[in-house]
């Protein structure tokens, strides 16, 4: 579904990603994990068009992508959170979620937009919130709404940063089953996350970076016991 | 060392905390566990000033009451706070945070000594120093929002998720920081929803629901109960293994201020008393620093004065000391570009297309 080759971004002399390849098959749970700093979230920005890559090629469905403004990418159908949220203070949570129903992937108007809106609030646990301002609302509330933003446009494939960080364990439950559903429904999920309950019991594959580079590629079981994964990022004593 | 007493905060009709009351004393861990929205940022930020209290609320550092003073005041007192949401200036490089984490006067004259301690506790900032804050990963703003706590010198630590965004291996590596952080006799409250780890450190826990205290008691007793296990640790038991155990656990006396001296390699974070005469230099050296990071940096600081303040407030940075900082900055930046060696004259026919790329680097 996405087909990431020999790709590289470069911010002044630090090379963040380097000669990067992984493809994301359609329908799975792709887990992309690795120490802070490793370059997961600029991998991220460079599939949603945030970033153009310094080298390499992105392809979606077989089309190349790579130079295609983030708008289009959207359009596409590739959808995502932010690490560090990004909701539009001005606006209403309502508002804020309406706003990935008119420029996604579903391209709705009106009253449409409103519900479907509506509906992926409910879907994440916001119902309550519709109409408060979102500087009412607290750090984890705010996640659930960019998710909520990111469902509305109803996006293939789905881009989480660290989406579950944050929950405790009760909440991290919910927010497994309701990315599972996600998965369950068609969709395509690149996971970026430390939490490891989560990767282990949502992810189908593993990409492990490390300093730009992928240094393990499988599954769950096989890349968390592999023996740099666990000297780069898990720690020795977490073995 | 810390005392909260029937410390109550209302939004409107809602209050967000109602009567909770405890302590702690030098040297000790102490774990607040909740579920999200159930009052435990609140009850930090009450603490350090950022949200009022309600009247009749009681808080004291080291003896001194400090509910109703203005945040720099608290930080005066010895208190630091890492907040949720790390709340960096983003358009600072990561040394200028750090140093103005450094800002209060009862931690100036360290500043030098706990900025070489906060590096070698995070490699990767040293590394960093003159990198955009905004531009580091989220993982490694987390470190400096953690770094920048520890430059105030504080008496009480307080923490609002500081694992949030860490790998495991820098989780494992906070928890035994934190703990090696008490050794000093720094008092240290934290949030965390990583309950398993949080409790593995802390000396005792508090749990925190719809705003009040339903239950306290020793961190190992705690994990061992079952309720607790099922609100807070997953349901599975927490059974010994893992790395939170390669945390040493503190006997019953370590609540006590530590006499022990913390192992030769570890950073010692001390208050210190006021030497103003360290002042100007060190903001000199600062603003010096900053004049060689460039003319966009400088436009970064100048564009920062504008977000900066509420950013200060939450860290005790009064607004008049954060503009003379950034003043400062600026006027060094200008000097330091000034001083800059004139480049040699070029002969004419060399000039045109390559003055610009030389700019643009
Ligand atoms: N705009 C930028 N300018 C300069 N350096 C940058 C920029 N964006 C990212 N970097 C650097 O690139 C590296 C990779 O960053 P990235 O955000 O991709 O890491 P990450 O793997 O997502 O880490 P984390 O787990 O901490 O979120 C980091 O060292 C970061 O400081
Ligand atoms: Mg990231």
């Known amino acids: 579904m996405l087909d990431i080759q020999s790709v590289a971004k470069r911010f002044g002399g630090l090379l963040a990603v380097d000669q990067l390849s992984f493809a994301v098959r359609e329908n799975e749970v792709l887990g992309l994990i690795g120490p802070n700093g490793s370059g997961k979230t600029t991998v991220l920005n460079l599939i ?12 979606l469905d077989d089309r190349l992508i790579t130079d295609r403004p983030a708008r289009h990418i959207a359009r596409a159908g590739v959808g995502r959170t932010f690490q560090l949220v990004r909701v539009l203070p001005s606006l209403t ?30 879907r994440v646990g916001m119902a309550h919130a519709i109409g408060m301002p979102t500087a009412a609302l607290t750090y984890i509330d705010e996640k659930r709404v960019e998710l909520a933003r990111a469902l509305a446009s109803d996006p293939r494939v789905l881009l989480l940063d660290e989406w579950l960080a944050g929950l405790n364990p009760t909440e991290l439950q919910t927010g497994i089953a309701l990315i599972r559903s996600l998965r369950e429904e068609g969709r395509t999920v690149v996971l970026v996350e430390h939490v490891m309950d989560a990767i282990r019991s949502l992810c189908d594959r593993c990409v492990v970076m490390s300093g730009g580079v992928k240094i393990a590629e499988g599954t769950p079981a096989e890349t968390l016991a592999d023996r740099e994964v666990i000297r780069a990022y898990l720690g020795d004593d977490d073995a | 060392m810390l005392e909260c007493r029937e410390l109550t905060v209302a939004y409107g009709q809602h209050r967000a905390l109602d009567g909770v009351s405890l302590g702690i004393a030098p ?21 350090a000033g950022l949200v009022p209290p309600a009247a009749a609320s009681g808080i004291a550092i080291g003896g001194r009451p400090v509910a109703g003073l203005p945040p720099h005041e608290i930080v005066e007192a010895g208190l630091a706070l890492v907040p949720e949401g790390r709340q960096l200036f983003g358009d600072l490089s ?70 949030l965004g860490l790998s495991p291996k820098l989780c494992t590596a906070l928890f035994r920081t934190l703990a090696e952080v008490r050794r000093t006799g720094v008092g240290i409250l934290l949030v965390e929803q990583n309950a398993r780890q949080g409790l593995a450190i802390a ?52 609540a006590a201020p530590a006499v ?8 010692r974070f001390v208050p210190t008393p006021r030497a103003d005469t360290l002042i100007p230099q060190s903001i000199d050296e600062l603003a010096r620093r900053a004049g060689e990071i460039q003319t966009e940096h400088v436009r970064a600081a100048r564009g920062a004065r504008a977000t900066a303040a509420p950013i200060g407030a939450a860290h005790g940075i009064g607004t008049d000391t954060l503009s003379e900082a950034l003043a400062r900055i600026e006027a060094a930046a200008a000097r330091a570009r000034i001083r800059e060696p004139e480049p040699k004259p070029r002969p ?6 390559a003055s610009d790329a030389d700019k643009g680097e």
């Open chain 1, 48 to 59: 949603s068009g945030a970033f153009k890559p310094t080298a390499g090629d992105i392809y």
């Open chain 1, 93 to 122: 949570v309502l508002e804020n979620v309406m706003a990935g129903a008119v420029f996604g992937h579903k391209r709705l108007w009106g009253r449409e937009a409103r519900k479907y809106a509506e509906r992926q609030l409910e």
């Open chain 2, 27 to 47: 040297g000790e861990i102490v774990v607040i566990l909740g579920a999200n929205g159930a009052g435990k940022s609140t009850l930090l930020r009450a603490i």
């Open chain 2, 94 to 163: 990561v040394e200028e945070n750090l140093l103005l984490g450094a800002y209060a006067r009862r931690a100036r004259a360290a500043e030098r000594e706990n900025l070489e301690r906060v590096l070698a506790l995070f490699p990767k900032l040293a590394e960093r120093r003159a990198q955009v804050a905004r531009t580091m990963s989220g993982g490694e703003q987390q470190m400096v929002a953690i770094g920048r706590a520890l430059m105030s010198a504080p008496s009480v630590l307080m923490l609002d998720e500081p694992s």
């Open chain 2, 203 to 254: 000396d005792r826990g508090y749990l925190l629901e719809n705003g009040r205290i339903v239950g306290e008691g020793p961190a190992a007793a705690l994990a061992q109960d079952p309720a607790v296990q099922k609100a807070y640790l997953g349901g599975a038991a927490a059974t010994a293994t893992g790395p939170e155990h390669a945390v040493e656990r503190p006997s019953a006396q370590a």
């Open chain 2, 260 to 267: 022990s001296a913390p192992p030769a390699a570890m950073p």
């Open chain 2, 348 to 353: 004419a026919s060399e000039r045109g297309g």
